[in-house]
């Protein structure tokens, strides 16, 4: 199981990831590493395997409705890049 | 265009009336401050973990209850995975393989026939926040109030074959959760929202067409003009030898029209797995049995109910079950005036609710509560004043605080109904009008009407009109 | 003072013999002049003076618990309300956290004194602590070795006497490792045992965050503080928290030890393996009684582990965006732009190899054959582990496959770095408590004993762990220089 350059340039879109051309191939090269690690996997008869999410099988527990959470917006504010007007400023969102 | 089906199937987006969000304790309450209900978890800060509102699970349950669907024992979370500024963990928290609700389904009416529409499922998901655009300097700006705002996505069956049979389902369906109590339904502040799957197809065709989803169409006006629209350029599309291509477009309404989401465009692969900051929901038989206790009746089981109950017709029944409210307020007022229910249901869905379409405001908000509109019909019954002198009363009790009683004998309203006195003034007026008398006499039955309006004119309207008719007929009669 | 039990300092401090703020000093200057160690990211002088300050109140009005007035230090993974909380990573480093973990809460609640924060791999993604954006700390067994990870720099802390005690997290053996690497005891408890409110996630169905200390004993008294249910976190067990102290003396007489003979195959180090075989020995003594048992799909938690951590943390990561706090790039030119350069400029190369490796294993295609399947060998290891622990009260192996390795030694070979783990890992699939406890050295490098316990009991665990503490004094060693 090998993965390509172009494979590890679409995974590091979906991933919003920037790498350096430069480092392109040691990370094709680590990630087809990595792969044929957990190929091994397949070995393994899993059919009929109950798939397990979660090392807590037990049910979600519920919360109250109930507000108790104020506005902290300065606080939280404070250590954003950049605010304005109580918003958070991104580049311009196209739709 | 008479050579195509339309399919449609509606994904509408409810959101849940709960005080607090689906996974933190900050408000959902509508046009505060930017940000300011924005906490810790909702905007995704690193550690924080998120713990599920048991209301909103019970809303989505009492909505499954609602349109007999099957309520999932163990449903579950799963992350879906994009990047958005107004979605600040980069994955929505959601409902992928194992929605709480399950296949149910909603019956309409269109043109005085009732079509079955499947819903496919209904799960719970957090809202997204939001992105502003006017110009700060050429961004954009994020509010994060909205983020974490429980929603209850209704997904439908494609089992629509007209806009107006959208736009009939999204009727109904919001009627129900505005009846549920689960939604306050508000389209404007978004509380409902609706996409749209539309697809064409050659009559007889088995197979569906490539649909298009229309994001965006926030009012019932929007929904079938938008709907329309798309399905025009579809047929277009193929019509001049083109396809259609699976997308997303936005409606948009003050262009009317819709047109391709370049952004959403991409390949959408959201990875979705399950969240394992949060274990499967579990609903228990006894939580299913409580909910079910709760259950208010029915719009459908209600309306039967008012018909045989109250003897009421079909668009009095249909109108005082549109929402539970006024239902309510139609039943607390049959029960303390002791009239007639016909009586209260005519007042209620003619002048109570003509009073309130014009001042815009909801029956809960209405200035004259039940026990007063009770107390007005019931001097009606009791023929203490005349159905048109009650209209004049209704008109005074809305607008101050007074009981129909202090308006009646404040005003001298009071009906006479005696005998003696009408018959005087009865006298009075023949005297007066010979000729009309002579006419009358003559076989001139419509001179009966000119007598009826002058003796009321001197009664000031307060004669009781039965005892009117009858002393006059035998006055005339000679 | 450096060395003394916690036992034994809150002694002190109630005797008079010194001050919260005298002890709190003492290693202030040790931290200081061990620096090299690189053990700390931030050092908190002043706040921790302020809270000794105020310890020693509470001690002369007898408000005091066995916590009160201690220097304690904190994986920087631990949010702490207005103290700069980087997880090892230039994402964070100018992350001033605007709450507090509820694990902080908790030991502030009982009075502990934070000295500072302490260095990790970046986001707790690595075994040596090379990974920290930080620099790697060093092992002060072997300034040239690395002290384990991804909790290396509060192992270093402990080990080296820069702190009573430390916390750390463990997802993949991250307290284990490290307190094997430098001779100090961790536990990593039962999943859910410990509130994740507030602890930054890496994987959030593995991560637990435990004790790092000198002694069993110290591992119960931090413990204590540490563990309860948490309304924030939907993962956290509602059940008593028993009193850990109280349980370290009951007798080990007819206790069974399971030893798999997966841990003690091919790949164990011989040197580690004699140490580990001794320490099961001394156990004997003490009346337990041994028997072989077998996790026959043990081979297979390497690759389930990287598949559903890489998983999890390719989305715990993507909050990371560059919008609300963190790292931004300079001048975004879009939207995408300001994603990938934030992103990419700010997250360190085992960070991003693990995301993409997330990515993937979720993308369309390929979520059956890595996620699910993943999942599934995931149960298979977990029923292992129930079935053995029907047959043995407790299972004993090593922690490491050998000693603690050089400083760039492994760095460039990630595989190999992750088939250090082996021993490790499976015990967070199954979500089970587990300990590392000195046991001896080879090549004059600490080895621990890897003692794995069934769900929530700790207290059986600590117990055992502390009985053989009392007849060996392999946790007592203080390493050359920093005596």
Not at chain 2, 111 to 132: C, N, P, Q, V, Y
Not at chain 3, 119 to 130: L, P, Q, R, T, Y
Request: aromatic share 8%; net charge negative; with cysteine.
């Amino acid at each position: 199981m090998s993965l390509t350059a172009s494979d590890v340039k679409k995974i590091a879109h979906l991933a919003r990831l920037g790498i350096d051309e430069l480092d392109i191939e040691a990370y094709t090269h680590d990630l087809s590493g990595m792969l044929n690690l957990m190929v091994q996997m397949s070995d393994l008869n899993t059919d009929g395997i109950e798939p397990m999410a979660h090392p807590m099988e037990q049910g979600q527990r519920l919360r109250t409705d109930e507000v108790t959470e104020r506005d902290q917006h300065k606080q939280f504010q404070a250590i954003a890049p950049q605010v304005d007007s109580g918003l958070y400023l991104v580049p311009k969102v196209i739709e | 265009m008479e050579n195509w089906e339309v399919v449609i199937g509606l994904e509408i987006h409810t959101q849940l009336a709960t005080k607090s969000k689906i996974f933190s304790g900050a408000a959902t309450a509508y046009g505060a401050a930017p940000n300011s209900q924005a906490c810790a978890v909702d905007l995704g800060f690193p550690g924080v973990l998120p713990v599920l509102n048991q209301e909103a699970v019970r809303m989505a349950v009492i909505f499954g209850m609602a349109i007999e669907a099957h309520i999932a024992p163990y449903s579950v979370f799963a992350r879906k995975n994009y990047f958005y500024p107004d979605l600040p963990k980069g994955y929505q928290i959601s409902q992928m393989d194992l929605p709480i609700v399950g296949i149910g389904h909603l019956d309409i009416d269109v043109d005085g026939e009732t079509k079955r529409i499947g819903i496919t499922r209904a799960h719970l998901e957090e809202d997204a926040g939001k992105s502003l655009h006017e110009n700060f300097q050429g961004l954009s700006g994020i509010d994060l109030n909205r983020a974490g705002t429980p929603l209850l996505e209704i997904v439908s069956e494609p089992d629509m074959r007209s806009a107006k049979e959208a736009v009939a389902y999204m009727r109904k369906l919001h009627e129900l959760v505005r009846y549920l109590g689960i939604c306050d339904g508000n389209m404007q502040e978004g509380s409902f929202r609706c996409d749209a799957n539309v697809s064409v197809r050659p009559k007889g065709q088995a197979e569906f067409g490539t649909r298009a989803e229309i994001k965006n169409i926030n009012s019932f006006k929007f929904v079938e003009k938008a709907i329309n629209h798309e399905v025009e350029r579809q047929i277009e599309l193929i019509e001049s030898g083109g396809r259609v291509v699976q997308e997303t477009r936005l409606y948009d309404s003050v262009k009317d029209e819709t047109r391709s989401m370049r952004s959403k465009e991409e390949a959408n692969d959201y990875r979705y797995f399950p969240d394992p900051d949060l274990l499967p929901v579990i609903i228990s038989e006894e939580f299913k049995a409580q909910i079910k206790a709760q259950l208010p009746e029915l719009p459908v089981a209600k309306k039967q109910r008012f018909k045989e109950v109250y003897g009421l017709d079909e668009d009095n029944a249909t109108q005082l079950t549109s929402s539970r409210p006024l239902a309510d307020y139609f039943e607390a007022t049959v029960a303390a005036s002791g009239c007639d229910a016909k009586l209260c249901a005519n007042w209620i869905t003619g002048d109570l609710s003509a009073a309130l379409n014009k001042a815009g405001l909801e029956i809960s908000d209405s200035p004259v509560n039940y026990p007063r509109l009770a107390g007005l019909l019931a001097r009606i019954s009791d023929e203490t004043i005349s159905g048109k002198i009650a209209k004049q009363v209704f008109e005074e009790m809305w607008q101050h605080p007074v009981s129909a009683d202090d308006v009646i004998n404040a005003k001298g309203l009071r009906q006479i109904s005696d005998s003696g006195a009408i018959e005087s003034i009865i006298d009075g007026i023949m005297a007066a009008n010979m000729d009309q008398v002579e006419q009358y006499r003559s076989g001139k039955d419509k001179v009966f009407g000119f007598f009826v309006g002058q003796v009321m004119r001197e009664m000031q309207g307060k004669a009781n009109p039965a005892e009117v008719n009858k002393r006059l007929m035998a006055k005339l009669k000679g | 003072m450096h060395t003394k039990t916690i036992i034994e300092l809150a002694q002190g401090l109630r005797a008079g013999d010194f001050s919260s703020v005298e002890l709190t000093q003492t290693f202030l200057n040790r931290i200081k002049q061990y620096d090299t160690l690189n053990a700390y990211i931030t050092v908190t002088e002043d706040l921790a003076l302020q809270t000794a300050q105020a310890a020693d109140l509470k001690l002369a009005t007898g408000e005091a618990n066995l916590l009160t007035g201690i220097p304690i230090a904190q994986k920087d993974i631990f949010c702490t309300q207005g103290v700069k909380t980087s997880c090892g990573s230039k994402m964070l480093d100018n992350f001033l956290a605007p709450y507090n973990a509820t694990v902080i809460e908790k030991f502030n609640t009982a009075g502990a004194v934070m000295l500072g924060k302490l260095n990790m791999d970046e986001f707790a993604m690595g075994s040596s602590n090379e990974n920290s954006y930080y620099g790697a700390v060093k092992n002060p067994w072997d300034l040239n070795a690395v002290p384990g990870g991804s909790s290396g720099g509060s192992a270093a802390a402990v080990a080296a006497g820069l702190a009573v005690c430390a916390t750390g997290t463990d997802t993949g053996g991250s307290i284990r490792q490290p307190a094997s690497h430098c001779g100090i005891t961790g536990l990593k408890p039962t999943y859910g045992r410990v509130s994740r409110y507030g602890m930054i996630a890496y994987a959030s169905s593995l991560d637990q965050g435990g004790p790092m200390t000198r002694s069993a004993e110290d591992a119960a008294i931090v413990l204590q503080a540490m563990a309860g249910f948490d309304p924030k976190d939907s993962t956290s067990v509602d059940c008593a928290v028993p009193d850990y102290l109280a349980g370290l003396n009951t007798s080990l007489q007819g206790l069974s030890i399971g030893l798999p003979k997966e841990f003690f195959g091919e790949g164990l180090a011989p040197d580690v393996a004699a140490v580990i075989e001794a320490a099961i020995k001394e156990y004997q003594k003490l009346g337990a009684i041994i028997k072989e048992i077998s996790i026959p799909n043990l081979n297979l938690a390497i690759p389930a582990y990287y598949v559903i951590a890489s998983a999890e943390c390719s989305a715990n990561l993507s909050r990371f965006d560059g919008v609300r706090f963190g790292y931004r790039c300079k001048d975004p030119v879009d939207l995408t732009d300001l994603y990938v350069r934030s992103r990419g400029e700010a997250f360190g190369k085992e960070v991003k190899r693990r995301i993409l490796m997330g990515t993937y294993a979720l993308s369309a295609g390929y979520y059956d054959a890595y996620y699910l399947k993943a999942q599934k060998v995931r149960r298979l290891i977990a029923e292992d582990f129930k079935r053995a622990l029907q047959e043995v009260d407790v299972i004993m192996g090593p922690v490491a496959p050998s000693v603690a390795f050089g400083i760039g030694e492994k760095i460039n070979n990630p595989i190999e770095m992750y088939l250090s783990d082996i021993y490790t890992i499976a015990i967070n699939l199954a979500g089970l408590p587990a300990m590392s406890v000195p046991a001896g050295f080879a090549q004059h490098k600490p080895v621990g004993l890897h003692i794995i316990g069934n769900y929530f009991a700790e207290q059986r665990l600590l117990n055992i762990a502390h009985q053989y503490q009392k007849i060996t004094d392999w946790h007592q060693k203080s390493p050359k220089g920093f005596e």
